[in-house]
């Protein structure tokens, strides 16, 4: 059970750092100096900002005891964020040495499934495949009401 606690608390503060201080950046550039990435991807500038708060939420979200219902959500919000930036960024060329903009938010999201796979239970709402009758008994209940 520790080895457990340390892969989900690893995960996690892999997931939550940089999404955090990600969303940070994305508003406080919202009225500086935005980076060329808006430009490159073609998205309007609020778009980042909306983004960059949501981040923010997420990682506190995630990183916060309690609200298990609200940490699914978290955890689906980062999944696509992450998996929109990959695909965002491969569409324009996965512009950057080698496709790191492509390959980096990938990565992340193993972390963020890893993470969402290995919470506790105080964390969760509840077991994905929640065991039936069927599976009990091993049987199918519609085959043993026949006859």
Not at 61 to 88: H, M, Q
Not at 120 to 137: I, V
Request: with cysteine; proline share 5%.
């Amino acid at each position: 059970m520790k080895t457990k606690s340390i892969a989900y608390w690893t995960t996690t503060i892999l997931v939550a750092l940089p999404i955090g201080s990600g969303g940070v950046s994305q508003v406080m550039q919202y009225r500086a100096n935005p980076h060329g990435v808006v430009l490159e991807l073609g998205y309007p500038l609020y778009f980042f900002a909306i983004l960059g708060v949501w981040k923010v939420l997420g990682a506190i979200a995630i990183l916060a005891p309690r609200f298990p219902r609200l940490k699914e959500w978290a955890y689906a919000g980062i999944f696509f964020d992450l998996t929109g930036a990959a695909v965002s960024c491969a569409a324009v060329g996965g512009y950057g040495a080698y496709g790191f903009h492509v390959i980096a938010p990938l990565i992340l999201t193993g972390f963020t499934v890893a993470s969402w796979a290995l919470r506790p239970e105080s964390r969760s709402t509840g077991t994905l495949f929640p065991a039936s009758e069927k599976r009990q008994t091993g049987m199918n209940t519609s085959a043993a009401n026949i006859g």
